[in-house]
């Protein structure tokens, strides 16, 4: 969606919206964090985020990998900062080429500042030496594709303070095609608002988007403020350096301040605010809780699915997803980008050479060993994994192997019951609750347009040890309405469900619409996580010593375990499920497996070190 279309929604409708701007760090862990920030700080509700460019090289090259991450994989609608610094033609077009593959429709055309080696900027070899010639090409190349933004000057910039020239050049980046203009940070609002006067009286008619720069501490307010030579009033000094070494008081206090300042910007006229994060959440989820913008209950966040859809280029019409890889968006996204069709026709048959493929994908744990044994601790038995997926329950750690994502809300119905299964030893690994037409602006459940209603079926997924399953399927057989797969890391699989297609386990009804089922469970699907599932549990195991308890404990269960899927199809009664589960419990919760030395066996390939295993 062109980010003009987002303003003038804003304006049309009087409600006011923001987006948010991130840098590439510096770091391929400070990457990884900072996706994970990203997905957080989608559930914010901005409607666009912008990507920093960076002066050439690899910093510039991660710019377009992140706008492929935000758009493909964390459904946010990316626009690219691109710059004429150290970029010749074929460079600039390169990154426009990324960026369209992406399904990224905007664009913020700069000159961009030099880079730190040079002490002026110019112009490279067959480069382009103003943002207006960057504006002109990309509309040359792409046509109306890209949304073009440029930027403005309230209180000047480095190397020209005129603010007459300053204007003279806007309009011009404007005549060339550009289609909305985001302004440097400011913090004097009487100014900005004196600025989009002059704006105006150019001729400029075009959206004005005003950065915002929260106040994160003291120094980094005063640091940010003096290089880009901001005016701070002196009421906010007056403020602030009364408790500048409490950086406590110095968020509370800025929030306000900067909540004020946006309060005044809004009453200007202006509909949509672009806050610079600085890659950190703090600050910027402070204001937008003064301002009252933060979804609630009253306000939830609308989304289109019950998932988050991908906006890479031909997914942004995908609406059916197996339910599998609920907590792993970008994995499914990652794995299925070249399946040719989806299972059963909607995107992927399962006679393609590349469905079920991993090697490629990079679909496994994110961090270090050490960093995952600090996240996740040595677990000895299965009563340590068990506590481990209780306080992900409670909120007390935020991700585990199979999830990328902290708990979702609407597991508060069901938690309890959760708890109890993982405490007797079955492992809950993925669920959702039935759910009986409730309205499709329900801020926990809802999705879709509104005046709509939405249901779902009682859904668990699990691991469950082998002693289990047979009393499983027993009484699983005295009840109709569940439906279940089960399959061994070896691929032994067993269900009771009478046809291999796609099974329902979400759907809506909304007016003038056909029924939409965006969530299924299906066997082919499930063959495919199954590997996924397994590996992600062996990939946790490999960050301990080999021979290890920990290593020894994991393995086993990845080995002997089953991974189980079970359906309530009558969506009415969701306590089926637990119902049937009541009373299974894992013998030897607490054994604790001997650590192994040489000629003892190797739970992880059957092979023993130094003596042959017995028959």
Request: hydrophobic share 35%.
């Given at each position: 969606?062109?980010?003009?279309?987002?303003?003038?929604?804003?304006?049309?409708?009087?409600?006011?919206?923001?987006?948010?701007?991130?840098?590439?760090?510096?770091?391929?862990?400070?990457v990884?964090?900072?996706?994970?920030?990203m997905?957080?700080?989608?559930?914010?509700?901005?409607?666009?985020?912008d990507i920093?460019?960076g002066?050439g090289g690899?910093?510039?090259?991660?710019?377009?990998e992140?706008?492929?991450?935000?758009?493909?994989y964390?459904g946010?609608?990316?626009?690219?900062?691109?710059?004429?610094?150290?970029?010749g033609?074929?460079?600039?077009?390169d990154?426009?080429?990324?960026?369209?593959k992406?399904?990224?429709?905007?664009?913020?055309?700069?000159?961009?500042?030099p880079?730190?080696?040079?002490e002026?900027?110019?112009?490279?070899?067959?480069?382009?030496?103003y943002?207006r010639?960057?504006v002109?090409?990309?509309?040359?190349?792409y046509?109306?594709?890209?949304?073009?933004?440029?930027?403005g000057?309230?209180e000047?910039?480095?190397?020209?303070?005129?603010?007459?020239?300053?204007?003279?050049?806007?309009k011009?980046?404007?005549?060339?095609?550009?289609?909305?203009?985001v302004t440097?940070?400011?913090y004097?609002?009487?100014?900005?608002?004196?600025?989009?006067?002059k704006?105006?009286e150019?001729?400029?008619?075009?959206?004005?988007v005003?950065?915002?720069?929260?106040?994160?501490?003291?120094?980094?307010?005063?640091?940010?403020?003096?290089?880009?030579n901001c005016?701070?009033?002196?009421?906010?000094?007056?403020?602030l350096e009364?408790?500048?070494?409490d950086?406590?008081?110095?968020?509370d206090?800025?929030?306000?301040?900067v909540?004020?300042m946006?309060?005044?910007?809004?009453?200007?006229?202006?509909?949509?605010?672009?806050f610079?994060?600085?890659?950190?959440?703090?600050?910027?989820r402070?204001?937008?809780e003064?301002?009252d913008?933060?979804?609630?209950?009253?306000?939830?966040?609308?989304?289109?699915?019950?998932w988050?859809?991908?906006l890479?280029?031909?997914?942004?019409?995908?609406?059916?997803?197996?339910?599998?890889?609920?907590?792993?968006?970008?994995?499914?996204?990652?794995?299925?980008?070249?399946?040719?069709e989806?299972p059963?026709?909607?995107?992927g048959?399962?006679?393609?050479?590349?469905?079920?493929?991993?090697?490629?994908?990079g679909?496994?744990?994110?961090?270090?060993?050490e960093?995952?044994?600090?996240?996740?601790g040595?677990p000895?038995?299965v009563?340590?994994?068990?506590?481990?997926f209780?306080?992900?329950l409670?909120?007390?750690?935020e991700?585990l192997?199979?999830?990328?994502?902290?708990?979702?809300?609407?597991?508060?119905l069901?938690?309890n019951?959760?708890?109890?299964?993982n405490?007797?030893?079955?492992?809950t690994?993925?669920?959702q609750?039935?759910?009986?037409?409730?309205?499709?602006?329900?801020?926990?459940h809802?999705?879709?347009?509104?005046?709509?209603?939405?249901?779902?079926?009682?859904y668990?997924?699990?691991?469950?040890?082998?002693?289990l399953?047979?009393?499983?399927?027993?009484?699983?057989?005295?009840?109709p309405?569940?439906?279940?797969h089960?399959?061994?890391k070896s691929?032994?699989?067993?269900?009771?469900?009478?046809?291999?297609?796609?099974?329902?386990?979400?759907?809506?009804?909304?007016?003038?619409?056909?029924?939409?089922q965006p969530?299924?469970v299906?066997?082919?699907?499930?063959?495919?996580?199954?590997?996924?599932?397994?590996?992600?549990?062996?990939?946790?195991?490999?960050?301990?010593?080999?021979?290890?308890?920990s290593?020894?404990?994991?393995?086993?269960?990845?080995?002997?375990?089953?991974l189980?899927?079970?359906?309530?199809?009558d969506?009415?009664?969701g306590e089926?499920?637990?119902?049937?589960?009541q009373?299974?419990?894992v013998p030897?919760?607490?054994?604790?497996?001997?650590?192994?030395t040489?000629?003892?066996?190797?739970?992880?390939n059957?092979?023993?070190?130094?003596?042959e295993?017995?028959a």
């Amino acid at each position: 969606m062109h980010i003009r279309e987002m303003l003038a929604e804003a304006e049309r409708t009087g409600n006011p919206s923001f987006s948010f701007e991130y840098f590439p760090p510096k770091t391929a862990q400070g990457v990884q964090n900072l996706y994970e920030r990203m997905e957080r700080m989608y559930n914010f509700g901005p409607k666009f985020i912008d990507i920093t460019w960076g002066a050439g090289g690899r910093i510039a090259e991660l710019t377009c990998e992140m706008v492929v991450q935000a758009q493909t994989y964390l459904g946010l609608e990316a626009c690219m900062h691109l710059t004429c610094t150290d970029m010749g033609e074929e460079k600039v077009n390169d990154a426009l080429r990324k960026a369209y593959k992406a399904g990224c429709t905007n664009i913020l055309a700069l000159r961009g500042d030099p880079p730190r080696d040079k002490e002026k900027w110019e112009a490279a070899d067959g480069g382009f030496r103003y943002a207006r010639d960057l504006v002109a090409h990309i509309r040359k190349s792409y046509g109306n594709h890209f949304d073009i933004g440029v930027a403005g000057y309230p209180e000047g910039c480095d190397d020209n303070k005129d603010e007459d020239l300053l204007l003279d050049h806007l309009k011009e980046k404007v005549d060339m095609g550009a289609t909305f203009i985001v302004t440097q940070m400011f913090y004097d609002a009487d100014n900005f608002v004196r600025w989009v006067g002059k704006v105006r009286e150019r001729g400029i008619t075009v959206p004005i988007v005003p950065g915002i720069m929260p106040i994160a501490t003291y120094a980094s307010f005063l640091r940010r403020a003096n290089h880009m030579n901001c005016k701070i009033p002196d009421f906010w000094m007056e403020k602030l350096e009364p408790v500048k070494n409490d950086d406590v008081a110095v968020r509370d206090i800025g929030k306000t301040l900067v909540a004020d300042m946006c309060r005044k910007i809004l009453a200007a006229g202006i509909r949509h605010l672009h806050f610079y994060t600085m890659n950190l959440a703090q600050a910027t989820r402070m204001v937008l809780e003064e301002l009252d913008w933060m979804p609630s209950a009253d306000r939830p966040l609308k989304q289109a699915l019950p998932w988050k859809q991908s906006l890479g280029f031909g997914r942004r019409g995908e609406d059916v997803r197996p339910i599998f890889w609920r907590n792993r968006n970008k994995s499914y996204v990652a794995r299925t980008q070249d399946w040719d069709e989806f299972p059963n026709g909607r995107w992927g048959d399962s006679r393609s050479p590349a469905f079920g493929e991993l090697d490629a994908y990079g679909i496994g744990l994110t961090g270090s060993n050490e960093q995952n044994r600090k996240k996740w601790g040595e677990p000895t038995c299965v009563r340590d994994i068990a506590d481990l997926f209780i306080r992900y329950l409670n909120k007390e750690i935020e991700y585990l192997p199979w999830s990328e994502a902290p708990v979702a809300e609407e597991a508060d119905l069901i938690r309890n019951d959760l708890i109890e299964l993982n405490k007797r030893g079955l492992i809950t690994v993925n669920s959702q609750p039935a759910v009986n037409g409730v309205k499709s602006t329900h801020p926990v459940h809802g999705w879709g347009p509104s005046n709509g209603y939405v249901y779902q079926k009682a859904y668990l997924e699990m691991l469950i040890a082998p002693e289990l399953f047979p009393e499983l399927k027993r009484r699983i057989e005295n009840h109709p309405d569940l439906t279940y797969h089960a399959v061994t890391k070896s691929g032994n699989l067993e269900t009771n469900a009478q046809s291999e297609g796609p099974n329902a386990v979400t759907w809506g009804v909304f007016p003038g619409k056909e029924i939409v089922q965006p969530t299924i469970v299906e066997r082919i699907s499930f063959l495919a996580w199954k590997d996924e599932a397994f590996q992600l549990g062996t990939e946790w195991a490999r960050c301990y010593d080999a021979g290890s308890p920990s290593r020894i404990m994991l393995d086993e269960i990845m080995n002997t375990w089953y991974l189980v899927n079970l359906v309530n199809n009558d969506f009415h009664r969701g306590e089926t499920i637990f119902e049937v589960l009541q009373g299974l419990e894992v013998p030897n919760l607490n054994k604790v497996p001997e650590p192994q030395t040489n000629g003892v066996k190797d739970l992880t390939n059957g092979a023993t070190n130094g003596v042959e295993a017995s028959a």
